[in-house]
DNA sequence: AGAAAAACTTAACAAATGATAAAAAACGAA
DNA sequence: TTCGTTTTTTATCATTTGTTAAGTTTTTCT
């Protein structure tokens, strides 16, 4: 997915403002494994999957919490850096080679406060992410394991085949013993 | 707390443009219990809580959870109605009676499209409401029912005096005989 | 104040999930 | 391919939370 199509999916921009937009973005690529971003550093930069996987997580004490996996066209973002310029709490790993747009937020910073047009699509990007992580947390409050793994099979039924089943259940905030027997049960 | 300090505490405004802000907002009342969100409905205004409390919800089939409550500068929203101009899963009621600073959509679409400090200042909102929104996911996903329960009492130790446990119970994600229960452990 | 309604607690049993361990299956590198 | 590692399954037992029901306390309304 390129860059024109990603930002366009967001919010449209006119033809000017994109071309402004669209040049401070760099390709880069990354090798699986690969700790894009760490929760114990204050972040400069956010990226776009051109092509790839991600993972993003949260360690507290012992304990680790998928919060969310990306795809093509998705964000690499720690919200509390973008946000906040502070550390974040969240960890991001590549689970596949990947292709990435990168800009850095002192860009977006100086994009958002001279043009309106980009600093609508970043209040876009910021909505929907919200509606996402809302819908998210309602999911999960609501049913049991075995209801939310049905769903996820529904809505990203290739995230199965790309993702282990130990991030799977991270993800869903079981564990992978649990998912397993879970799995054995509804087939 | 008026509505300078509500909308300055999101993002600073130059003063013409906070004057324009200001001058689309009306001041409304209702009752407590009053269900001033509905989920079946696109809602047409969004509203501030100048005083009082507020707690969102959204029922599927028969169980309902909380999503959040909300209190003095806290806002009052439908977040699919704001955003994507659907019908939302939210309903929101009054839980005493309440004072509040309503706009409509209409008006707040047209500011950001043409005022580029005001389009920044709802860009503000939604990436601070992104960010509760993932904190709340995370500290969800992590720890007991019990944890979860004393991290509210540390974080909003007036909430448990103004809602009704069964509310509690239901923002925590366990029923109101569990709360109970956890509470008669941990004195 | 007194009656009715709502909120809260307690208890007993059921269901879902966690923890641990061991075995089987799938995957990857030499 | 083959050996070693990682992933997944299966099983057992412990813990947490849900369900239901009954009784107590608190709040609300007249």
Same mark, same amino acid.
């Given at each position: 997915?390129?860059?024109?199509?990603?930002?366009?999916?967001?919010?449209?921009?006119?033809?000017?403002?994109?071309?402004?937009?669209?040049?401070?973005?760099?390709?880069?690529?990354?090798?699986?494994?690969?700790?894009?971003?760490?929760?114990?550093?204050?972040?400069?930069?956010?990226?776009?999957?051109?092509?790839?996987i991600?993972?993003?997580f949260?360690?507290?004490?012992?304990?680790?919490?998928?919060?969310?996996?990306?795809?093509?066209?998705?964000?690499?973002?720690?919200?509390?850096?973008y946000?906040?310029? %502070?550390? !974040?709490?969240?960890n991001?790993?590549?689970?596949?080679?990947?292709?990435?747009?990168?800009?850095?937020?002192?860009?977006?910073q100086?994009?958002f406060? #001279?043009? /309106?047009?980009?600093?609508?699509?970043?209040?876009?990007?910021?909505?929907?992410?919200?509606?996402?992580?809302?819908?998210?947390?309602?999911?999960?409050?609501? !049913? #049991?394991?075995?209801?939310?793994y049905?769903?996820?099979?529904?809505?990203?039924?290739?995230? /199965?085949?790309r993702?282990?089943? !130990?991030?799977?259940?991270s993800?869903?905030?079981?564990t %992978?013993?649990?998912?397993?027997?879970?799995?054995?049960?509804?087939?």
């Open positions: 997915m390129n860059i024109y199509q990603i930002l366009d999916k967001t919010h449209p921009i006119n033809a000017s403002s994109k071309h402004k937009f669209i040049e401070c973005f760099e390709e880069v690529s990354f090798p699986k494994n690969h700790l894009i971003i760490r929760s114990d550093k204050v972040e400069k930069d956010i990226f776009f999957i051109k092509k790839g991600a993972r993003t949260s360690n507290f004490d012992d304990s680790e919490v998928t919060i969310a996996f990306g795809e093509e066209g998705d964000t690499i973002i720690s919200l509390k850096s946000i906040l310029n %502070q550390k !974040g709490y969240e991001i790993e590549l689970l596949e080679d990947c292709e990435l747009y990168k800009i850095s937020t002192a860009s977006l100086n994009l406060a #001279t043009d /309106i047009d980009i600093a609508n699509w970043g209040r876009k990007f910021a909505e929907q992410e919200l509606i996402k992580a809302e819908q998210r947390f309602i999911s999960n409050q609501l !049913g #049991t394991a075995t209801e939310r049905i769903e996820l099979l529904k809505k990203h039924p290739t995230l /199965i085949q993702v282990s089943l !130990g991030l799977i259940a993800y869903l905030g079981i %992978q013993v649990s998912l397993s027997r879970i799995r054995a049960n509804i087939t």
